[in-house]
């Protein structure tokens, strides 16, 4: 039974980055294609205002807590998650025991090369795993037919989709029932971690949720979509002050 919690509309699973783990095995147990959705503050911003992202986030097998904000909601929403459940960190996870598990993983999206040098690595890290295909994520629509053709032909488990944020949520949601695999996640820059290409914020950033902070330092071209996370903040505060007076109404 899913324990969830809704923040801002999108319902986001109240588990541990233990429990989104488990729940992914289990889901390679099973014959039919699995949504796993990774959002934040930021992506559930966007999803004010696109509707059809909100629908597509909502419809995922496993929705988990990426950013620290969402964790801060859910205990101002008097659902407290227990802690943050990077899609980096989930997928990290599930490669390092993917040699003992003998499950196939395939990369779709990133800048050309970037995929490859993801899997070069990988499989230099964790000796006999298998990632049994890469693509980049620039593709037009007879290109996307092939790429799906070959995924189904090389029968991975495990289809990585990083396609930026809100386009692969989508593009896994449209493509599910064409895809004979059984996990799909999202992990958007983290591809670009496992090829070496970016380097993740510090462990102290991380275990504080200063992860934002560092990314801007580094990145400062990102303060525009910055700027979502005190209106998220707002917003999330007003829903749960509103939710505070209606319950002491419903009690008086």
């Not at 809704?6 to 294609?33: C, G, H, P, Y």
């Not at 696109?50 to 620290?68: H, M, Q």
């Not at 200063?210 to 071209?221: A, D, G, Q, T």
Request: hydrophobic share 40%; aromatic share 10%.
């Amino acid at each position: 039974m899913r324990e969830t919690l809704e923040v801002l509309e999108v319902s986001i699973d109240r588990v541990t980055l233990s429990q989104a783990e488990q729940a992914t095995w289990d889901f390679l147990k099973q014959d039919k294609a699995h949504m796993i959705f990774t959002p934040n503050s930021e992506i559930i911003m966007v999803a004010q205002q696109d509707k059809e992202l909100k629908d597509v986030l909502n419809s995922g097998d496993l929705i988990i807590a990426d950013g620290i904000g969402v964790v801060y909601a859910s205990k101002i929403l008097k659902k407290p998650i227990a802690e943050r459940v990077a899609g980096f960190d989930l997928a990290k996870q599930i490669i390092e025991k993917l040699p003992q598990k003998e499950h196939k993983l395939y990369f779709l999206g990133g800048k050309p090369g970037v995929a490859k040098a993801a899997k070069d690595n990988l499989e230099k890290q964790y000796p006999g795993i298998q990632i049994v295909g890469t693509h980049d994520g620039y593709f037009d629509e007879e290109q996307e037919a092939e790429i799906i053709h070959e995924i189904n032909q090389l029968k991975p488990d495990i289809l990585f989709v990083c396609l930026g944020m809100g386009k692969q949520e989508k593009w896994i949601y449209n493509h599910r029932g064409k895809l004979s695999v059984k996990v799909c996640m999202g992990i958007g820059g983290s591809l670009d971690v496992f090829a070496g290409r970016v380097q993740r914020a510090p462990d102290f950033y991380c275990k504080y949720g200063l992860e934002w902070f560092y990314r801007l330092v580094k990145e400062p071209w990102r303060y525009k979509r910055m700027l979502a996370l005190p209106k998220f903040a707002l917003m999330v505060l007003l829903k749960g002050k509103r939710q505070a007076c209606n319950s002491e109404e419903g009690t008086s």
